[in-house]
């Protein structure tokens, strides 16, 4: 079986092997490689990919009615107003609703004939890479494990107007369903689905990834990676398909999503959630490669997202970075619809230089180089669709896509436990960037214990990035091989000067926890002149140079609650305050502007502070919790005591696992209480584990059939058995009648081993030798051995 991925690459699969065969078959392998028209080969071998989305709640469906969709009211995320939601209202209100615009679902099917979708399903967009034919609907199952593509669909382009469920952010796009994660997933697949159709889909929306488990790193295979480029060089014409992605949901096991390969990559517009309070979810993780983030589920108490499901039902209860990759698809749809003409690169300009940090709570947000605020936790901030689509009608395509190569001198550097290392790297040229975007920190080291790694990266203008931060559940001896660790916080940065990279080994864990740093490179991505220009982001708003977040005669503070906050000099304190600057005939100037921020005040209980807010060491008595001292530990964390394990260090807020609302410790058989989602469940004593409700109540129903399995069984089992002995007594005493029939005879006995006496009695008896004679038969006697017989 052969089926073409590329022009010129095959996947093969062998009749007589095993698919999921554990021996590699070396054999097969080296007779191919070496045929003359093959030039390269790679065995397929599975990975494991998770969606991005939380345990699900059973839904809750009251009804209201509003524009014909019932769950209209309940989507606070696009109608709050008053800048708490995602601007989506504004941009319809002048016809802009997705027309024309090609999404597709890469996840595990689509109910394409579902009443909110049936009118925007586009087949063209559509294929089954797990069954190998066009129909991506899903496989039903009884705990209805594949709806996630369908959920994510209805958020894209769910019909508007129609007395059904709810709405979709480009409710005029044309969307598809790629079912991929259904089966084995390979790089091949992966492939596969990545690349289908490059000419006519633009945007692939991608909810899935390695495991967010806090100690993979993973990321895609060489096919995989040859999609990307093709897509980004060749798809939608030559100016690049746009692949948006889910950042990543290991929060409650301090995973960082610089470790997962596809949201760690210039070709990927990774997004990050916000609550609904616009604050850091649980399940986020913070990382220097977000770009942006859009509104999805937080703690309880807090609204989740709505959508469609299976079934042609709907939910309220969709969940975690997954739902927040579809929305952000769907204003990517949005902006496209005015402006086709955009390249993939156009579209990070856009989501950059429009996004809101102001509602959003985080404590590291700080301002980079050129004016722009941004946090490992939001990236730029809430995407604002009315923003986009303002900027992107006028907008001229930034540039073309320079890139320098810059290597360190070779060292081979010890970082032993409880030190670092900083690196410098002096940048005098970089041919063709001058104005950065993506930057990349290849990093080769070694490490007794790869989870006690942070590594920083600050640019020539003070911008300081964390590449990557300490993961506790790491406990992986590989190191770290060429990895391009990617930051876009020096987003319109220039990039000549002194670059510094500070390696932190914390080896709480082990008192050998040596590490070594072998090599490092740095890759940089940008242009040689400045893309940017004058146009106005909001109705009847003063124009603003969109080279920066704010305006440039603003001064942008840090209000206490760690949300940024533009501010006029002359006027109070206001997040909402705005002037006119004053008219001048002169050009903007291409200069970056650097704006005063205020200095971070000392917090409570915190006696030392990093530059960017955050607290990394607590006064006696606090314990460290997100970069803040609390006096006691928030929900979804336990006390952990360093000192405990003979381990040096202030005690901490750890995070419990993922699936529990308090525990006593990081796994997840030590549980104390679930989220709402969810009741405990205890296997064995002592062990207490939060399972989902719905899928409790299906494998207890399970165990109910299975009990009356079981009992059934054993019945028929014992019928069987009381069968048997029943026929052998049966047959037994048939045979004691014969025998009592026999020695009632007359005048006969039993002699010697059965034989039959005179004396009438069953047993042994001797025979008299006198009348032997009269025993003996008449029937002559033959040797078998004799002449006569051979």
Not at 42 to 50: G, N, T, Y
Not at 579 to 608: F, N, V
């Amino acid at each position: 079986m052969d089926v073409m991925i590329f022009d010129d690459v095959y996947l093969l699969r062998h009749r007589r092997l095993a698919r999921r065969s554990a021996d590699p078959a070396h054999t097969h392998h080296q007779k191919l490689i070496t045929e003359h028209n093959v030039r390269w080969a790679e065995q397929q071998v599975v990975k494991r990919r998770v969606k991005r989305d939380i345990f699900p709640k059973v839904p809750f469906y009251p009804f209201s009615h509003h524009l014909n969709d019932p769950k209209w009211p309940q989507m606070w995320y696009l109608n709050r107003g008053g800048s708490l939601d995602m601007n989506v209202e504004a941009a319809w209100a002048e016809g802009v609703t997705g027309k024309g615009v090609v999404v597709t679902i890469l996840d595990d099917g689509l109910e394409k004939d579902h009443p909110d979708l049936i009118k925007n399903y586009d087949p063209n967009a559509s294929y089954d890479v797990n069954s190998h034919d066009p129909d991506p609907m899903p496989r039903y199952d009884l705990v209805d494990s594949n709806r996630h593509g369908t959920r994510c669909a209805g958020e894209v382009a769910a019909d508007s107007n129609n007395s059904i469920c709810a709405v979709g952010v480009a409710y005029e796009a044309s969307v598809g369903g790629v079912r991929m994660l259904d089966g084995d997933v390979t790089d091949a697949v992966e492939a596969r689905s990545l690349a289908l159709n490059p000419q006519h889909i633009d945007i692939y929306s991608a909810s899935w990834g390695p495991d967010d488990d806090g100690k993979t790193v993973d990321g895609p295979g060489q096919l995989a990676t040859r999609a990307f480029v093709e897509g980004i060089r060749n798809g939608r014409g030559g100016k690049g398909s746009i692949f948006v992605w889910a950042s990543g949901n290991g929060g409650r096991d301090e995973d960082n999503c610089n470790c997962d390969g596809y949201t760690n990559s210039i070709w990927t517009l990774s997004i990050s959630s916000a609550t609904e309070k616009g604050r850091v979810p649980w399940y986020s993780e913070a990382c220097s490669s977000t770009l942006a983030t859009t509104y999805s589920s937080g703690s309880l108490g807090e609204r989740q997202i709505v959508t469609t499901d299976l079934h042609h039902s709907c939910t309220t209860s969709h969940t975690g970075t997954s739902a927040s990759a579809p929305l952000a698809a769907g204003i990517c749809a949005l902006a496209l619809q005015v402006n086709q003409n955009m390249t993939w690169r156009d579209m990070q300009h856009i989501v950059v230089r429009t996004a809101r940090p102001e509602n959003l709570e985080a404590p590291d947000w700080q301002v980079n180089g050129v004016g722009r605020h941004v946090s490992h936790r939001f990236g730029y901030g809430l995407m604002d669709s009315y923003g986009m689509v303002k900027l992107a009608r006028n907008w001229t395509s930034v540039p073309a896509q320079r890139k320098c190569e810059v290597t360190a001198p070779h060292i081979e550097k010890l970082i032993p436990q409880k030190s670092f290392v900083s690196l410098e790297l002096d940048v005098v040229d970089c041919p063709g960037v001058n104005f950065l975007e993506h930057v990349q920190a290849k990093v080769s080291l070694t490490a007794d214990r790869r989870g006690d790694i942070e590594i920083y990266l600050a640019s020539p203008a003070g911008t300081k990035s964390t590449l990557l931060a300490q993961r506790p559940h790491d406990n992986s001896r590989a190191g770290f091989h060429s990895w391009p660790f990617l930051t876009v916080h020096m987003w319109g940065e220039r990039p000549l000067g002194k670059w510094t990279l500070e390696i932190h080994n914390d080896g709480r864990f082990f008192s050998t926890g040596k590490s070594q740093v072998t090599e490092w490179s740095m890759t940089m991505y940008g242009t040689e002149t400045e893309p940017g220009q004058v146009v106005s982001t909001l109705p009847g708003q003063t124009p603003v140079d969109v080279k920066h977040s704010v305006p440039a005669h603003h001064q942008v503070v840090d209000t206490p609650e760690g949300r940024p906050e533009a501010r006029d000099p002359g006027s109070r304190p206001s997040s909402s305050s705005s002037s006119t600057p004053a008219p001048s005939s002169a050009p903007p100037t291409p200069t970056p502007i650097h704006l005063a921020i205020e200095k971070h005040q000392l917090r409570p209980g915190c006696s030392r502070m990093d530059a960017s807010g955050a607290c990394i060491d607590c006064e006696r008595g606090q314990y460290m919790e997100s970069g803040r001292c609390v006096t006691s530990c928030s929900e979804g964390h336990y006390v952990w005591n360093p000192r405990q394990l003979g381990a040096e260090g202030p005690p901490a807020c750890r995070h419990c696992h993922y699936s529990c609302r308090t525990c006593s410790g990081p796994q997840d058989y030590q549980c104390q209480s679930c989220w709402g989602d969810a009741i405990i469940y205890t296997p064995t004593k002592g062990q207490n584990l939060c399972q989902p409700r719905s899928l409790l109540e299906a494998y207890q129903s399970q165990q109910w059939w299975y009990s009356g399995m079981v009992v059934t069984v054993v019945s028929l089992l014992l019928v069987v058995i009381m069968l048997g002995v029943f026929i052998l007594r049966a047959q037994y005493t048939s045979s004691r009648t014969l025998l009592n029939r026999a020695t009632a005879l007359p005048g006969s006995t039993v002699g010697k081993k059965g034989s039959i006496a005179r004396n009438g009695s069953a047993g042994y008896s001797p025979v008299a030798r006198v009348e032997a004679d009269k025993l003996m038969s008449k029937v002559p006697f033959h040797d078998l051995t004799s002449d006569e017989e051979m």
